[in-house]
């Protein structure tokens, strides 16, 4: 398990690196332009702890990493993936098997809702972390679980955004995908290749 969780997070550190020029044009557009650069520190903080996280539980391993996004990521996005790492970690158990993991991602989910008082149709990363859950939890296969995150972002561009600086824009901000739906499924696609390719 260690091993997955080592490579878990290389992986998703290594994507979001990667994309980090494209989720700062598409922060340009509708926010303050800072969500590429924040998120690249913030896994690259996680990654620096690599042999640390390794040494873990796969559930305090994900709380050690929430804590140091929520230290390394400016703005709303750190206290947001911090919250969605930490929590996942702390309702995991030891060997959880895909009930379980359901189970606490969908909890990490309800306290990143409570954190970022949102919910779904706000323009968010809620608008593919929420569709992803439910896909988890009815037992949805990892290539219907990719196909929901892609077309969950791209379903925020027409979308006007409440909540988050881009809600500032009002109708300005409709036509744009929303930055934080782009690094959620990011994540979700590195995640899943490493467990397609462990599988």
Known sequence: MQDTMDRLFETVTARIVAAAEELTELDSAIGDGDHGSNMKRGMEAVAADRAKLAALAPGEALKTAGMTLVMKVGGASGPLYGTLFMTLGKELGAAPDRAGVARAFAAA??????????????????????????????GA?????????????????????????????????????????????????????VLETKA
Request: net charge positive; hydrophobic share 45%; charged share 25%.
């Open 141 to 193: 296969s990892l290539a219907e679980i990719r196909e929901i995150a892609s077309k969950s972002a791209a379903a925020t561009v027409p979308m006007l955004a409440i909540r988050g600086r881009a809600s500032f824009l009002g109708e300005r901000s409709i036509g744009h995908m929303d930055p934080g739906a782009r690094s959620s499924v990011i994540m979700i696609e590195a995640v899943l290749d």
């Open 109 to 138: 989910i309800d306290a990143v809702k409570a954190r970022g008082k949102s919910e779904t149709g706000q323009k968010t990363m809620l608008d593919v972390l929420v569709p992803v859950s439910a896909a988890l939890s009815s």
